[in-house]
């Protein structure tokens, strides 16, 4: 498989893995020197924000202790289009996926959103980094910058 497709797979099956909340299969994709960060530009400051940043090790004991959170249930399903995929010397690489993040809620919100129905929850773009190495790709890291700039429950969650 070419580094470009090696990407992209890897990419399309860490939604996947985000999707069915596999925490642990999706840190496998990632390098031990893994580095992941939520962020949005606020125009009201003009400065980012960052919701989250933590290294692969930070990550690994975030999403032991999710079973333990007092959380909304209601999963969350990513769309996620890879835009561009960027080969550096065939050692590493750098891509931009579009993401969509959509909440099916368990429970209704209020009066005008049921049980059962699906919310928009956010929209933005995985800028990632990858390390290619023995017909793998492994992420380096995962900047997701959101359009929001608020986060609602389920957003400890990594995105």
């Not at 980012?48 to 940043?53: P, Q, V």
């Not at 835009?83 to 550096?88: G, I, K």
């Not at 099916?104 to 928009?120: K, P, Q, T, V, W």
């Amino acid at each position: 498989m070419d580094a470009h497709s090696l990407v992209r797979e890897t990419i399309y099956r860490s939604t996947i893995l985000l999707d069915s909340q596999n925490w642990m299969g999706w840190l496998e994709h990632c390098d031990p020197e893994f580095r992941y960060a939520i962020r949005s530009w606020s125009p009201e400051i003009n400065r980012d924000m960052t919701y989250l940043e933590l290294d692969r090790k930070g990550l690994e004991s975030m999403v032991k202790l999710l079973p333990k959170h007092n959380t909304d249930h209601s999963p969350l399903t990513r769309h996620t289009s890879v835009y561009t995929v960027d080969v550096n010397g065939g050692e590493t690489a750098k891509a931009v996926s579009s993401v969509i993040v959509y909440q099916n809620l368990l429970d209704g919100i209020n009066s005008h959103i049921d049980a059962g129905e699906s919310r928009l929850f956010l929209v933005g773009k995985y800028l990632d980094t990858f390390k290619l190495e023995n017909n793998k790709a492994a992420f380096l890291s995962r900047e997701v910058r959101i359009e929001n700039r608020r986060l609602d429950k389920g957003s400890h969650w990594p995105i």
